[in-house]
């Protein structure tokens, strides 16, 4: 895949534009190329359609310059906009104009990439999932049927149905035995019902709309031409929303399928270390729900430390290891890598594993694992091992510096000699995004999710105030977490029963699903 730069050839001395459908709004639904077009950008230019999640994925010094519009107002005007794309490309910037669904598709990206050439400047068009097909998918409506309709059409319904001179041929559209699918229309509603039925459509012709299709705030209306306007009406349903008139609407009962997903409708906020967080996440939107990343914790290896050198070079003398996390196993082999030393170094000492995925880790270098407790606290590790110790062991702990102290004075206790090494630093995040405080703060996010002390405690110095909280469910990965978040005066509402990723997951699934029922 090739990508221009500005320090190319005919880009030296001028930037270049790319035109990007950055989809109908899941995250997951923009292309490879889309998101690569916002990995490299100096500028990004976006939209009120484009999923601001997307923009995390830009680089850490890049310039955004939102330009959405609203029905009852517009931030800058489309010539504005395109004089904006002129400028910082002529700046020499390589500016990605991230656009809702596709930018040909009622995108005036047209009208962009005409600017554009007449400025000298080069660009090209990413196309994006144009909501028209990809909104009634996920409402469990396909816009073609081989038992219903062959063909489609998408219209715009931002044009008043009822001016003097239409571009619509409105008796054309109501003898077409397809679907049509009409966007930015949620304004026009009535009219274009009344113009459907005056030029001979039937009023029992089904019909649906879909406002904020793909996204967790999904609401779909269904109705007949005859009843839509008040079943919408009686809905509070307002844009952004497309239509979809035809037979295809019926088959919405048997196709349903994302609304149906356990975590529909859930915007969760995980705020574990940005290097963690992707599983998490990932098990969340396929569950049909959304994760926002907002991690409060930041992981910093300590390989280069001469306490952890000292430890890979000793591990062979000790009777155990005991790995408390991933990232313990990580930075230690880490070491030993960058030592030029191999798991022979390790001798005979045993393997301890706090919990399953640190489990899987050790195993993934090719390490038997002989112990590894029922629960996944340190209180757990102690009785896993007790029957397994002798006194007087030597013990080596590779672990983060802000670990607690209970699983090393209690092994003193029991006679053995421990032996601490700082494996990685957790490093507090200074400040979230505004985003995230806004979603906070207008209740847009569900759940907070904490899977450690750590979490809980720069959540709440990040957010200063907790009563912004209110409304909003807590989860906690166990009790540990749990009675961090107590400190702070909060209780949570979930906390999970395996003290895991997937044990927490598991208890966001079950009270969500509890609350539906």
């Known amino acids: 895949m090739k990508f221009a730069t500005k320090y190319e050839g005919v880009f030296m001395n001028k930037g270049y534009v790319y035109l990007v459908g950055a989809g109908p709004g899941d995250i997951g639904l923009i292309t490879v190329k889309g998101l690569e077009c916002i990995k490299r950008a100096d500028v990004i230019v976006y939209d009120r359609l484009a999923n601001p999640r997307l923009l995390s994925?830009?680089?850490?010094?890049?310039k955004y310059i939102y330009v959405g519009k609203t029905p009852d107002h517009h931030t800058l005007k489309q010539e504005e906009i395109n004089q904006v794309l002129v400028d910082e490309a002529t700046k020499g910037n390589i500016v990605t104009r991230l656009k809702g669904g596709d930018p040909y598709v009622f995108g005036r990206g047209g009208e962009e990439g005409e600017t554009l050439k007449d400025a000298g400047i080069s660009f090209e068009v990413v196309p994006g999932i144009t909501s028209a097909i990809a909104v009634p998918s996920y409402a469990g409506i396909p816009v073609t049927h081989r038992h219903l309709t062959s063909t489609f059409t998408v219209i715009t319904g931002h044009e008043d149905p009822m001016k003097a001179s239409s571009q619509i041929n409105w008796s054309r559209l109501a003898e077409d035995p397809g679907t049509l699918i009409f966007l930015m229309g949620v304004g026009h509603l009535s009219q274009i019902v009344q113009q459907l039925i005056t030029n001979g459509k039937s009023d029992e012709t089904p019909i649906a709309l879909i406002r904020w299709g793909t996204r967790p705030?999904?609401?779909?209306?269904?109705?007949?031409?005859?009843?839509?306007?008040?079943?919408?009406?009686?809905?509070?349903?307002?844009?952004?929303?497309?239509?979809?008139?035809?037979?295809?609407?019926?088959?919405?009962?048997?196709?349903?399928?994302?609304?149906?997903?356990?975590?529909?409708?859930?915007?969760?906020?995980?705020?574990?270390?940005?290097?963690?967080?992707?599983?998490?996440?990932?098990?969340?939107?396929?569950?049909?729900?959304?994760?926002?990343?907002?991690?409060?914790?930041?992981?910093?290896?300590?390989?280069?430390?001469d306490e952890l050198k000292k430890a890979v070079y000793e591990a062979?003398?000790?009777?155990?290891?005991?790995?408390?996390?991933?990232?313990?196993?990580?930075?230690?082999?880490?070491?030993?890598?960058?030592?030029?030393?191999?798991?022979?170094?390790?001798?005979?000492?045993?393997?301890?594993?706090?919990?399953?995925?640190?489990?899987?880790?050790?195993?993934?270098k090719g390490l038997l694992v002989e112990a590894m407790p029922e629960k996944f606290v340190a209180e757990s590790v102690i009785e896993c091992l007790k029957p397994l110790l002798s006194p007087g062991e030597r013990i080596l702990l590779p672990r983060s510096d802000l670990a607690r102290k209970v699983l090393v004075d209690t092994l003193e206790e029991m006679g053995m000699h421990v032996d601490e090494a700082v494996a990685y630093h957790t490093v507090k995040v200074n400040r979230f995004d505004n985003e995230i405080i806004e979603k906070i703060k207008d209740k847009s996010i569900h759940v907070v999710t904490f899977t450690s002390s750590s979490t809980v405690k720069n959540f709440m110095e990040l957010i200063g105030d907790k009563t912004i909280l209110e409304g909003i469910k807590l989860a906690s990965i166990g009790p540990v977490t749990t009675k961090t978040l107590k400190d702070f005066g909060l209780t949570p509402d979930i906390e999970a029963v395996d003290y895991t990723i997937q044990g927490l997951f598991n208890a966001i699934v079950e009270a969500i699903h509890k609350n539906q029922e």
């Not at 994925?57 to 890049?62: C, E, H, R, S, V």
């Not at 399928?257 to 975590?263: A, D, N, R, T």
């Not at 790995?323 to 390790?346: E, H, P, Q, Y």
Request: aromatic residues 8%; negative net charge.
């Open 57 to 62: 994925y830009a680089k850490a010094d890049a």
């Open 316 to 364: 062979g003398s000790y009777d155990w290891i005991i790995f408390t996390s991933v990232n313990g196993v990580n930075a230690f082999f880490d070491c030993m890598r960058d030592n030029k030393l191999d798991i022979r170094s390790l001798g005979g000492a045993k393997i301890c594993a706090i919990g399953p995925k640190t489990k899987e880790a050790l195993e993934a």
């Open 217 to 305: 705030e999904q609401q779909v209306v269904v109705g007949t031409l005859a009843t839509i306007v008040e079943d919408v009406a009686r809905a509070g349903l307002t844009s952004p929303a497309i239509i979809i008139v035809g037979d295809v609407v019926k088959m919405r009962d048997t196709l349903s399928w994302f609304e149906h997903k356990p975590l529909f409708g859930q915007r969760i906020l995980v705020t574990r270390a940005r290097e963690q967080a992707s599983v998490f996440s990932n098990m969340i939107e396929e569950a049909g729900g959304e994760a926002w990343e907002a991690p409060t914790i930041a992981i910093d290896s300590a390989a280069d430390t």
